[in-house]
């Protein structure tokens, strides 16, 4: 298939599906541009190797071929076969999340071969040789035996990630008609989308029902909903909110295997559809459930997996304005696509754009605290470039603030410098919380986390500073609205944690999105800001200094059923907490005050610097996303954080030793990683360890003979 030069991925709709015949290869391939080929449908597998040490010795280990490429500076890196009973793609990779190698192989699958160029540079090798035909036994064989060594000349023990591979639909011809009108009867049965009636839901059952149910391409569904859908729709979507609904329907899990419908007697599809009895059957995209995940071979047998979901439910990312144009910019030009990174740095920008200026009957304001957390290198950190540049483009630098806090009293003086209104893009805000939870941090670092709970606090008043003994020295700051968009790996973030960090309701104040593990690579373009996007922020700062007094604000009124949204949510909970222990009723205690930020932020994306009032469907999106989000956050917590301060201390040795070569290390080594402790304290938490069965103690057998201290397998304490 074709891709843009210089790029890893197609870009066409329904590239999966696309064949050329050798005459028509010429007209389709030319001018520039990179070239992939398809894997699933010819057989083909790609030995894809990631580093160094496996492609040293490929050759020693894997079967002969003489279809070995590569490209620039980087020679023999792909061995190609072909395996037609080898249909999904698997990627080893080391603990610490060094790559191995990939082996891709099935079903909406491709790699890019030459005369393509890098994204970094450099060209491809054509591939010219054909490719040697190996048993699925052979090659899976001879791949773990070399992952065997290179991980063993790394001292750790490999990982195998199965990738599913994306639900698409195998033709035999470039159009079913059959198909397609039986699909169009289905849709014309199917409950209209009508504004506020769940009317996004309405859309998002049909999107679900053509691309899963009936199989079909994002090309057909999209004719679809435009011709037999959309006339009864009030009022009518655009092509591009349609075209994001199918998108979206191609990406989320699904109850039901792939063509579900497309498979069933005709006279089962008669009659209506309901779609509350779709949204109650668990394939409500705004109800994280045990759902099943479809994979495809190349001979259409369906496997399904059991997974439960945490990610924000496909639903609430559709977020309509200027939210939704950020997030898109976002997603088309990221390394790697992370949705809901994408909406967690969108939503920041809008906060910080609202500022003093917005507030609700509560007299809350849009500050937030934002926290995005994903691996490293999986895409965190795109959201903070995409934000400062916009701010650029619309002239608004002065919005954004410091990347790191360097002190309590720097974080006072950013803030007062900014007249109370800014955005901190703040990367490894996992350090925060360790300082926060170190008993043994400096003064000016511990008494971080303290001063922006009082920030968060004190944007419906005033923020009181530190009484000095020089009076000038005390800062005083009427209604501070501090946005805080921070990111960090996982392992930092909840590492970070205590019990008690979260009961004195530090961590409730966050909003904390999680990106994917393994995100699809990006498109990688260059951030250009599109023109209209500059002005409709630039509309933000023109307004404000058009009217306001700084420090007073125009109320955002509560419009027709959002009282009910609001009783509902606080019934909810209330259910929630009843019965729960102190850390369950300290998150959920957070969520309402949360949902009123987020449904002054909905409505002024979708309305501009002219929102006058929130209505119902900004206040349910934002009672959705406050309650998922405490509800995964409540679930991370269970896993990982520690009730008690030795707990906490028995969980940062166990997964320092983890990361060890061998997963283990001699107590001199732990006495340098651990200084902070006294000896006693060290030996107390190795003993507890061992008493746990987590790890185990012995002599060095070596010439040292000192003590050394092993992993064995556990969980957190």
Not at 388 to 396: D, K, P, Q, S
Not at 466 to 490: E, Q, R
Not at 544 to 567: L, M, R, S, T
């Amino acid at each position: 298939m074709r891709i843009p030069r210089g790029s890893k991925g197609p870009v066409e709709p329904g590239w999966q599906f696309r064949h050329y015949d050798e005459a028509g290869i010429p007209a389709a391939f030319a001018g520039e541009c990179n070239v992939g080929l398809l894997l699933g449908a010819s057989g083909l597998v790609d030995i894809d190797i990631d580093c160094d040490e496996a492609a040293d010795l490929a050759g020693r280990y894997l079967p002969r071929t003489d279809a070995v490429t590569g490209r620039t500076g980087h020679p023999r890196r792909h061995y190609w076969y072909r395996c037609p009973e080898i249909t999904a793609t698997k990627r080893y990779k080391a603990p610490r999340g060094q790559k191995i190698l990939e082996v891709r192989a099935g079903a909406g699958v491709q790699t890019v071969v030459g005369p393509s160029t890098h994204p970094e540079g450099g060209v491809y090798d054509i591939l010219e040789a054909e490719p040697a035909e190996v048993s699925a036994e052979e090659l899976t064989a001879a791949v773990e035996a070399l992952v065997g060594q290179v991980v063993a000349l790394w001292g750790q023990t490999a990982e195998v990630v199965s990738r599913p591979i994306r639900r698409t639909r195998q033709v035999e011809s470039p159009v079913d008609h059959k198909l397609i009108l039986r699909a169009a009867g289905y849709v014309e049965q199917m409950s209209p989308s009508i504004s506020g009636q769940h009317g996004h839901d309405a859309l998002f059952a049909a999107a679900c029902a053509l691309v899963n149910g009936f199989g079909l391409s994002p090309a057909e569904a999209e004719s679809i909903l435009l011709v037999d859908f959309n006339p009864r729709c009030q009022p009518p979507w655009s092509e591009r909110d349609i075209r994001r609904k199918v998108d979206q329907a191609g990406i989320v899990a699904h109850n039901e295997p792939l063509g579900y419908l497309r498979d069933r007697d005709d006279s089962i599809l008669d009659g209506d559809f309901d779609v509350d009895a779709w949204m109650a059957s668990g394939a409500s995209p705004t109800t994280p459930a045990p759902v099943m995940i479809a994979a495809e071979s190349s001979a259409s047998t369906v496997v399904t997996r059991d997974v439960t979901d945490w990610s924000i439910p496909a639903g609430l990312l559709d977020v309509p304005g200027l939210i939704g144009d950020v997030m898109a910019l976002n997603l088309s030009t990221c390394f790697k696509i992370q949705r809901e990174l994408a909406l967690a740095s969108a939503i920041a920008l809008q906060a910080v754009l609202c500022g003093p200026r917005i507030k609700d009957s509560r007299d809350a304001r849009t500050n937030m605290y934002i926290i995005a957390v994903a691996a490293t290198a999986a895409g965190k950190d795109h959201g903070r470039v995409v934000n400062r540049r916009i701010l650029e483009a619309a002239g608004m630098s002065q919005y954004e603030g410091a990347s790191r806090i360097g002190s309590e009293v720097g974080l006072i003086r950013h803030v007062e410098a900014y007249a109370g209104n800014v955005l901190l893009q703040i990367d490894e805000f996992g350090k925060v919380l360790r300082a926060m939870n170190n008993p043994r941090s400096a003064p000016y670092l511990a008494a971080i986390p303290g001063t922006l709970l009082e920030l968060y606090s004190a944007s419906s008043s005033s923020y009181r500073g530190t009484a000095n003994a020089d009076v000038a020295l005390t800062k005083v700051m009427d209604h501070p609205t501090l946005t805080i968009l921070g990111s960090t790996v996982a392992e930092s973030l909840y590492k970070g944690l205590k019990r008690e960090s979260i009961t004195d309701g530090f961590v409730p104040r966050l909003l904390i999105f999680e990106g994917l593990d393994d995100p699809e690579d990006g498109p990688k373009r260059k951030v250009e800001v599109p023109e209209q996007l500059a002005y409709d922020v630039r509309q933000w700062a023109m307004s404000q200094a058009a009217g306001n007094v700084w420090g007073v604000a125009d109320e955002v009124a509560d419009g027709p059923g959002v009282n009910e949204v609001w009783a509902n949510l606080a019934a909810n909970i209330k259910d929630r907490s009843k019965g729960g222990d102190e850390v369950t009723r300290a998150v959920w205690s957070r969520v309402e005050q949360h949902a009123g930020k987020l449904a002054m932020i909905h409505a002024a994306s979708r309305h501009g610097a002219v929102v006058k009032r929130v209505d119902r469907e900004s206040a349910e999106w934002a009672a959705s996303l406050s309650s998922h989000l405490a509800s995964r956050l409540l679930h991370r917590v269970r896993e990982r954080v520690a009730e008690t301060e030795y707990g906490h201390q028995c969980n940062e040795l166990l997964d320092w030793l983890k990361r060890q070569p061998g997963q283990s290390a001699t107590m001199t080594a732990v006495a340098r990683a651990f200084r902070g402790y006294r000896s006693d304290e060290r030996k107390e938490i190795v003993k507890g360890l061992v008493e746990m069965n987590l790890i185990i103690a012995e002599r060095d057998r070596g010439k040292g003979g000192g003590a050394v201290i092993r992993a064995v397998e556990g969980g957190w304490v």
